[in-house]
């Protein structure tokens, strides 16, 4: 199985700073990455593929990038709107996918 | 509008079995793979398994393999989640999620049939017990 790391856990900023969350993967998975934004009480929102896709709609200040085993997810000019947790998901697997633990982007 | 509907969650007692649905409309459901993922409360997300686009395949994390089953009926445009002999571990949301890759016969017949998750519903709440 593939395991999915997510550093750090949680990610103290406030409104205007630019963030980065790394993702780091077990084993290769060339660019089969996705990450999610998940806000409270909320089901989890698509807001990148293929590592650096962005989904229709999501804000260009959402960027990702990395390839092999480590990926990073950057939120330039953080809004108050992106206070929320995020996850990474493998999907190199033909047997199944996996979740990254999550970090939370709270206000410092 | 594209759009999930889980139903099914309740209280229920350790060692019970439960079926879980998810009602989809605005999209051609019987062309994607359909997702269960699970969260429970103040943990991260835990991918449960998927069904093919046809019903005819279904992959499962290994944890839960041999007692949650998922199935569907592209007649009604409902995937189910079936679970037996939960335990206080299997205390969560339980969410199913539409696949990002549209299937059809030649391009899903073999091999992959699922990717990432574009579509979410708003999730069932299911609490184990005693």
């Known amino acids: 199985d593939i395991q999915m790391t997510q550093s750090p856990s949680i990610l103290s900023a406030s409104v205007g700073d630019r963030v980065t969350i790394t993702c780091r993967a077990s084993?290769?998975?060339?660019?089969?990455l996705a990450w999610y934004q998940q806000k409270p009480g909320r089901a989890p929102k698509l807001l990148m593929y293929r590592a650096s896709i962005l989904e229709s709609g999501v804000p260009s200040r959402f960027s990702g990038g990395g390839s092999g085993t480590e990926f990073t997810l950057t939120i330039t000019n953080l809004q108050p709107d992106d206070f929320a947790i995020y996850y990474c998901q493998q999907y190199i697997s033909y047997s199944g996918v996996s979740f990254g633990g999550g970090t939370k982007v709270d206000l410092k | 509008q594209m759009q999930l509907v889980e139903s099914g969650g309740g209280a229920v007692q350790p060692g019970s079995s439960l079926r879980l649905s998810c009602a989809a409309s605005g999209f051609e459901f019987s062309n994607y793979a359909i997702h269960w993922v699970r969260q429970a409360p103040g943990k991260g997300l835990e991918w449960i398994g998927v069904?093919?686009?046809?019903?005819?395949?279904?992959n499962y994390t290994d944890s839960m393999k041999g007692r949650f089953t998922v199935s569907r009926d592209n007649a009604r445009s409902t995937v189910f989640l079936q679970m037996n002999s939960l335990t206080t571990e299997d205390t969560a949301t339980y969410y199913c999620?539409?696949?990002?890759?549209?299937?059809?016969?030649?391009?899903?017949?073999?091999?992959?049939?699922?990717?990432?998750?574009?579509?979410w519903g708003k999730g069932t709440m299911v609490t184990v017990s005693s």
């Open positions: 084993q290769s998975i060339p660019n089969w």
């Open positions: 999620a539409k696949d990002s890759f549209r299937c059809t016969v030649n391009s899903c017949s073999s091999g992959r049939f699922f990717f990432y998750m574009t579509l």
């Open positions: 069904v093919s686009y046809d019903g005819a395949r279904a």
